[in-house]
C-alpha cells in the first residue's frame, strides 16, 4: 500500500426527505445570495425545484436562477454562468442537478474568482487559487462530483473535452436523495452505472499493490452496481436499490478508494472525453464502448488483477490466469450488452475516418495511462478495437472463443 493523504472537507446529507437542509446550511455559512445553476427541465418535472426554493426562501438565502447547463457542459455556458455570478453580486453557487451542472457550477465558482478568461485554469495558464464556495443537491448519481474537486468542461470550438482537479472546488455541502433519480429515463439511468464501474476500474487497474481492503472495497462497490442496475432496469423506483447505487457513486470518487493507490491509470476517461468532445456522446456511453477495448489491449500489463477480477466478480475459476483475464472482459461485455448500454463506436455514430482526429485529440495534452503509457497509435488502436461489435472477437482478446 503506498503513502496517502486524505482529503474530503464535503459534508453529505443522504436520504429521503434531505433537500430541505439545504437552505439552513447556506444561511448558517453566511451566504445570502446564491447562483442557482440547473439543467434544461428535470429539477421542474421532479419536483426538486420547488423543494429547493422553498428551503432557500424559508431561511431567506436570495437566490438568482441559472438554468440551461446540457450534458457535455460547454465553456461558453460557464462563461455566461460567470457574468452573471458577477453582475448580481453572489457570493455562492449552488448546483442542482448532475455531474454536468456540478462542473459547470465549479468552474464558474472559480471563474468569478479569476480575472482572465477561466479556460486558463484547464490550460495551466493559471492556478486556481481559490473559489466561491459552492452547494450542492445531487439529481443523478454517476460521476462522484457532489463529493470530489474536478469538473470537465467542453471548449467546444476547440473539441476539448478537459477536466480540472482543485481542492477549492469541493463543495461544502451535498445533498444527495436519491428518491429524486426515480424519473432518470433508463439511458441515463445505465450512463450512470457504466460511470461508477468506470471509477473504480481507473484505479483499481492502475497498476498500484493497494493491498486487500482497496482491493475489496472497490470490488464491493463493482457487485453493489452490477446489482442495483438489473433491480433499477426492472422498477426504476425502487429506493433502496436508488440508494445504493448513489452511495456507491460518491464512494467510487470521493477519493476513498484511491487510497494506497497510484493515482488511477484514467486512460479510459480520456479516450472517451475525444469522443463526447467530438460526437456530444454521453459520458456513460462512450465508456461503455471503451472499457472493454481498453481492457483487451492492456491486461495483460497485470494479468494477476484482471484474472482477478474475473474471479471477484464474475466468479471464473477455471482456465489460465490469462483465460481468465479474458473471460473476465469478455463477461464484462456481455452485462453491458445485458444492460443495454452501447458496445461499439458505431453504435454511437462515430465515422471511421474520424479516428485518427480522435485519437490525436485525446493524446495532445499528454501521454495518457499509468498501466501502460498510451501514445497517439495506441489509442487509435483502440478505437479501432472498439470501432465495431466484432473488433475485440478477432482479437486476442477472445480469440478462444
Ligand atoms: O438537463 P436536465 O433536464 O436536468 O436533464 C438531465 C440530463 O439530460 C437528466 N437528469 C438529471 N437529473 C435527473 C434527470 N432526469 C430525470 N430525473 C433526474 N433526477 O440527466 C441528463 C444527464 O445529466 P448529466 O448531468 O449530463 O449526467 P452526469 O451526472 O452523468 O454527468 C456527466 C458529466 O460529468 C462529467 C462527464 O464527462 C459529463 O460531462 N464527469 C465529471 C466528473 C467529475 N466532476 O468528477 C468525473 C466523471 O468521470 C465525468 O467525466
Ligand atoms: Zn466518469
Redesign the pocket.
Known amino acids: 500500500m503506498n503513502n496517502f493523504t486524505y482529503y474530503n472537507p464535503t459534508k453529505i446529507y443522504f436520504g429521503r426527505d434531505t433537500i430541505k437542509n439545504i437552505g439552513r446550511e447556506m444561511r448558517e455559512r453566511g451566504v445570502k445570495k446564491a447562483l442557482l445553476v440547473?439543467?434544461?427541465?428535470?429539477?421542474?418535472?421532479?419536483g426538486?425545484y420547488d423543494q429547493v426554493s422553498s428551503s432557500l426562501i424559508g431561511w431567506y438565502v436570495d437566490f438568482i436562477r441559472f438554468s440551461?447547463?446540457?450534458?457535455?457542459?460547454l465553456l461558453s455556458k460557464v462563461e455566461d454562468g460567470i457574468r452573471l455570478a458577477r453582475q448580481e453580486g453572489v457570493d455562492a453557487i449552488l448546483a442542482v442537478?448532475?455531474?454536468?451542472?456540478?462542473?459547470s457550477a465549479?468552474v464558474i465558482a472559480a471563474g468569478v474568482e479569476y480575472e482572465g478568461p477561466v479556460w486558463d485554469l484547464f490550460t495551466g495558464q493559471a492556478r486556481i487559487k481559490s473559489a466561491l464556495p459552492l452547494f450542492g443537491v445531487?439529481?443523478?448519481?454517476?460521476?462522484?462530483?457532489e463529493m470530489?474537486?474536478?469538473?470537465?468542461?467542453?471548449k467546444a470550438d476547440e473539441k476539448k473535452?478537459w477536466?480540472i482537479?482543485s481542492r477549492h472546488l469541493y463543495p461544502r455541502v451535498s445533498i444527495i436523495d436519491p428518491s429524486?433519480?426515480?424519473?432518470?429515463?433508463k439511458r441515463?439511468t445505465v450512463?450512470?452505472a457504466v460511470?461508477i464501474l468506470?471509477?473504480v476500474f481507473?484505479l483499481y487497474f492502475d497498476g498500484s499493490k493497494s493491498g486487500e481492503l482497496m482491493q475489496e472495497y472497490s470490488e464491493a462497490i463493482i457487485r453493489t452496481v452490477i446489482k442495483n442496475i438489473k433491480i433499477l432496469l426492472e422498477n426504476p423506483a425502487d429506493y433502496e436499490a436508488r440508494a445504493q447505487m448513489a452511495w456507491a457513486a460518491t464512494l467510487a470518487?470521493n477519493n476513498s478508494n484511491a487510497a494506497g493507490r497510484s493515482g488511477g491509470d484514467w486512460a479510459t476517461?480520456d479516450i472517451?472525453?475525444s469522443i463526447?468532445a467530438f460526437y456530444d456522446v454521453?459520458?456513460?456511453a462512450g465508456?461503455a464502448v471503451i472499457t472493454p477495448a481498453w481492457m483487451c489491449y492492456v491486461y495483460r500489463e497485470d494479468l494477476h488483477t484482471f484474472a482477478r477480477f474475473a474471479q471477484k466478480i464474475f466468479g471464473i475459476n477455471s482456465g489460465t490466469v490469462e483465460e481468465q483475464a479474458q473471460e473476465g472482459i469478455r463477461q464484462l461485455r456481455e452485462f453491458f450488452r445485458e444492460i443495454g448500454a452501447p458496445l461499439s463506436l458505431q453504435d454511437l455514430g462515430v465515422e471511421y475516418q474520424d479516428l485518427e482526429n480522435m485519437a490525436e485529440n485525446a493524446v495532445q495534452a499528454r501521454t495518457l495511462g499509468r498501466l501502460k503509457p498510451l501514445q497517439r497509435d495506441d489509442v487509435l488502436a483502440i478505437y479501432q478495437l472498439a470501432w465495431d461489435q466484432q473488433g475485440l472477437n478477432k482479437r486476442e482478446c477472445d480469440s478462444y472463443d
Do not use: M, Y
Not at 440547473?38 to 421532479?46: D, E, H, N, Y
Not at 440551461?68 to 457542459?73: D, L, R, S, W
Not at 470530489?148 to 467542453?154: K, Q
Open positions: 440547473c439543467g434544461r427541465q428535470s429539477i421542474f418535472s421532479t426538486v440551461g447547463v446540457q450534458p457535455n457542459p442537478g448532475g455531474g454536468s451542472v456540478f462542473d465549479k445531487l439529481t443523478l448519481s454517476a460521476t462522484g462530483s470530489n474537486g474536478s469538473a470537465v468542461i467542453t473535452k477536466g482537479v429524486v433519480q426515480a424519473w432518470l429515463t441515463d450512463n450512470g460511470d468506470s471509477h481507473e470518487l476517461h472517451e472525453h463526447s454521453a459520458h456513460g465508456l
